[in-house]
């Protein structure tokens, strides 16, 4: 019945070492965003697909990187994580782009960096 | 440059009380306007949006919201709170320069209803 995915729902790292976060949708949607919710603010958009186009945000750090193999899974890579990176990701899908499409939302990924 | 600001972080309501969750916008543009409630452990869901026509838009769970220019307003409301409806509220404003579909998110409000 789910129809965005995220795994782990919650991952512990140490600083530095890479994590990879994943998303799979069932929705069969074209667009996949990834957005980053650190604690008492606003989620905030990393990057997005549309298929395989990859969009970046002009402050996204490089340290954050996406991959999306297919239609259904899209993954989030923070290749050196720092303190500054605990928050919760959270993954997102829409059937296009353009202000009239619904975005779904996952339950999201709540990282810790140690 | 696009911005939302929800001035209430928390607030507290009786069950069966009405409910009033405020919103401001900033955009230079006509804004696509959505209002999003995220519950503990879950994702986000969309209550309502707003793009044009009739300023005052229904959404699920019985919700409602309205658009109000002059303000640069989009305050959620509903009549009588339930116990279900204690969640996170997030209200957001779309920006779709070149056609991709970027919601820029306020704060949010938390929301906790006594019985």
């Known amino acids: 019945d789910a129809m965005v995915i995220q795994n782990p729902r919650y991952q512990v790292t140490q600083f530095g070492k890479p994590v990879t976060l994943s998303c799979s949708q069932t929705?069969?949607?074209?667009?996949m965003y990834w957005y980053q919710q650190k604690s008492s603010q606003a989620p905030k958009l990393l990057f997005h697909?549309?298929?395989?186009?990859?969009?970046n945000e002009a402050d996204t750090p490089d340290n954050f990187q996406s991959r999306r193999p297919n239609t259904s899974f899209c993954f989030l890579d923070i290749r050196s994580p720092g303190l500054g990176d605990t928050a919760m990701y959270l993954c997102?899908?829409?059937?296009?782009?353009?202000?009239?499409?619904?975005?779904?939302f996952g339950p999201g990924t709540r990282l810790l960096v140690l | 440059a696009q911005s939302v600001t929800q001035p209430d972080i928390h607030i507290t309501v009786s069950e069966g009380a009405s409910l009033e969750l405020r919103c401001n916008y900033s955009?230079?543009?006509?804004?696509?306007l959505f209002w999003y409630v995220q519950s503990p452990g879950q994702g986000l869901q969309l209550l309502l949006k707003?793009?044009?026509?009739?300023?005052l838009v229904q959404g699920i769970k019985g919700f409602e919201a309205e658009f109000k220019r002059s303000q640069s307003s989009f305050n959620l409301r509903k009549p009588s709170v339930h116990w279900s409806d204690a969640a996170e509220y997030f209200c957001?404003?779309?920006?779709?320069?070149?056609?991709?579909?970027?919601?820029?998110f306020g704060t949010g409000t938390r929301l906790t209803v006594i019985p």
């Open positions: 997102a899908t829409s059937r296009d782009q353009g202000g009239l499409e619904t975005q779904y």
């Open positions: 929705l069969n949607h074209n667009v």
């Open positions: 697909y549309y298929d395989k186009d990859f969009n």
């Open positions: 955009y230079g543009a006509t804004p696509y």
């Open positions: 707003y793009f044009s026509g009739d300023t």
């Open positions: 957001a404003v779309g920006a779709f320069p070149t056609g991709a579909n970027n919601l820029f």
